[in-house]
């Protein structure tokens, strides 16, 4: 028996780009196909949020003079087409799959709509969630916790490059120590990073968990979802 029966993993754009500088290193999405697969053979739900980082980031734009606005809008333009290269790698390991966006793009993507991805969900297919909220000023990790939310998820991974929630940056303090286990108020007060401020909020107030681990660890996703003790636990 698997711990989670529905899941919503958060994937950066940046994950996506293995050892490249920018843009969608096929070898990583082979193994995140493989990885996905391994929890869907077991009967997991699974949904997906991707960022755009690796192709565009809005931020960014707007830092440098562009339009917020516009900027946002192609960073889930983004998103979609870091959707799409997920959705292709899937479906070479045979899962079936859906990509809905949050904004009209019919061509290549449903329309999010609750009940379809719901629906999709209990048939097996993973779902793919692009385009962000389709809204400027809000981060795909808003996007992630909204669409849990919406689809009744156990539990949101974050799959990232370190093994969990340390006290500062592993990569930059070797004395950063992890947390197994961490109260969403002990975040805030420790000013610790997870997620944006709106996004850890959201979740807070819907009581829904955050598990951070690192996504590039071959067997992790499994052991995450088969209740080991992997990565950092966020919850009440």
Partial sequence: MMKYNRILLKL????LMGDRQY??????LAEYANEIKQITNKGVEVAIVIGGGNIFRGVAGASKGMDRVQADHMGMLATVING???????????IPTRLQS??????????????RAIRHLEKGRVVIFGGGTGNPYFTTDSAAVLRAIEINADVIL????????????PEKDSQATKFDFITFDDVL???LKVMDTTAFTLSQENELPIIVFDMNKTGNLLK???GESIGTKVNL
Avoid: C, H, M, W
Wanted: proline fraction near 4%; charge should be neutral; avoid cysteine.
């Fill in 12 to 15: 950066s754009g940046e994950a």
């Fill in 23 to 28: 843009g969608i290193d096929p070898k990583r």
């Fill in 84 to 94: 799409l290269a997920l959705q292709s790698a899937l479906e070479d390991a045979d």
């Fill in 102 to 115: 949050a904004i009209k793009i019919n061509e290549v993507a449903e329309p999010f709509i609750k009940r």
């Fill in 158 to 169: 974050k799959g990232t490059r370190v093994d969990g929630i340390y006290t500062a940056d």
């Fill in 189 to 191: 007060r420790k000013g």
């Fill in 224 to 226: 995450v979802i088969s």
